[in-house]
């Protein structure tokens, strides 16, 4: 024990200071015989306080880490209750699309229907045979005019209760159609339907005011693309509409959405949306290039990216085809021989009455347009027909019953339609229409033959055109039966020579036909100021379009 205290006390006289050198310490026993030693390490110090400070913001987060975890589980609650209310949102928008609402209804709507379907029960009942027939039918008049005044008091009272009467006349409805069965009594005259895509006119006479319908759904920045419904004629998507919007490169065809309807192009609700870049490559070898694009039978036709090969993707399998334009006179490509204010449009695709059309330029037609009919199914291109017009001097061109038309620029507020060629006679020769457009430059522009409109990307802008032919031939159906109307008087035809039509008399060049649309120009040119570049205001047609095409957007 004696040795043990001796080490101790020899350990305790020797301690480390600054610089790990060791110094000897002299200690002193005290009257219990212990060695108490006094040593001053001035190099040396612990940090107390700073220890002290971080035991302090220790407990603090700790504190606020735990404020923060609860925040989470009350956010957590609120979610799982806004997903529960936004679900219960849901079901009820579903059912007012499948049911309807009742805010949407209109009282003068329901009592036009309510009076329409007493007259019909009247005619009905003048050709029912037997005596509990026309009981019957009476019965069902003197209810329907009693809904009759139920809704006009409503419409004095209470609107929220034609959710009731609505019910009702559906009701009253179907015991009429059960009683036209009955007594075999055919309803009353179906209306006509006009059959497009016939040819049976003389060529464009002219175009409509602009009729603006929105902007592109990528915004202002996105100043080219195409739009535009199915050019093939007799397609299964006649009410679909597509937009095509260009890359801010204004080169690139990237992504395009795919409408049901009008209605639903209106309320950007697309049914598909889809891009042509699904490897995410810098290089995107299934995209096009230009606004030259358009849907014809389900499928888009362009020109694919930085190529002399034309694509075709199917938008439901985005299936994609590709073949190269390798002949004697090949068409140009990147930018050779594009449109005056369009960039890449060097393959312009088209589709009209006499199926689908490639307009381009060649080096051996020295830059000049040329026209070729495109196989859709196996796109092998037929045989050329060459211009006279230099495709870089025209701002953009569309086909109607095989006859090109091209258009060039006037100033800022106006172009002109001003050249042909008809490709069922090889002949061509100027034509003077004036087209008024809502923006500067004109991207694109298509000829639909299943409603004969045309379609204009417009800046970014959406546009289309009624057009009006010469000599027109209308073609209806009614009742099952193609019928031909020449200045009101109905002739009936075959469905061959309906299916037929006539050719465009696309060679006359004499003036004396030009259109009204010229001669509503040409006196607001006399009358107003010169047109030259930036000069023309923006009139008060172009205006009343533009708010016809917003109108028309709120209305749906």
Known sequence: MKTLLLQLLFVASFVIVHGGHIQKVVGVKDASGQCICSVQLSHVSFPVRKVEQLEGDYYNMTDHLQNILNQIYTYHWVVNDGTTNLTDLDKRAKHAKDFGAHTDLKFTKLIKEIYTMATLAKNISQNATSTETKVLIDKLVEEINGIAGTVIKMETSDKNNIITAQREVSILRKRLEACEEAINVVPGKVPDKTVFGTCQHDGLQSVSPPVLVKLNWKGADFKAGSWGKDFAVGNNLKDHYWVFPMNKDERTLETFRLYASLKKLLLYSPIREYSL???????????GQGGGVVFFNGSFYYNCYDSRALCRADPFTMKVSKMELDDQDPASFNNWFSYRDAKYQDMDMAGDEKGLWMVHGSTLANGNVVIRKVNPNNLKVGTPWITTQSKNKLTNTFMICGVLYATKRVNSTHE???????TNTAREGNIRIFMEKVMPTVQSLNYNPND????????GYLVYYDTVFKNQ?????????????????????????????AQVAAGQKDQSSASHTERDFLSKKGNEAKLEEGEVAVSSVRQEAMGEGNQLAATE
């Open 277 to 287: 870049n699904v490897t995410s490559q810098k290089k995107c070898d299934s995209c």
């Open 416 to 422: 002109e339609i001003f050249y042909y060629y008809d």
């Open 473 to 501: 031939i209308k073609v209806i159906s009614r009742g099952g039966k193609l019928l031909a109307t020449d200045q009101g008087q109905d002739s009936e035809r075959g469905e061959s020579q309906v299916g037929a039509g």
């Open 452 to 459: 004969e409109k045309l379609y204009m990307f417009n800046d």
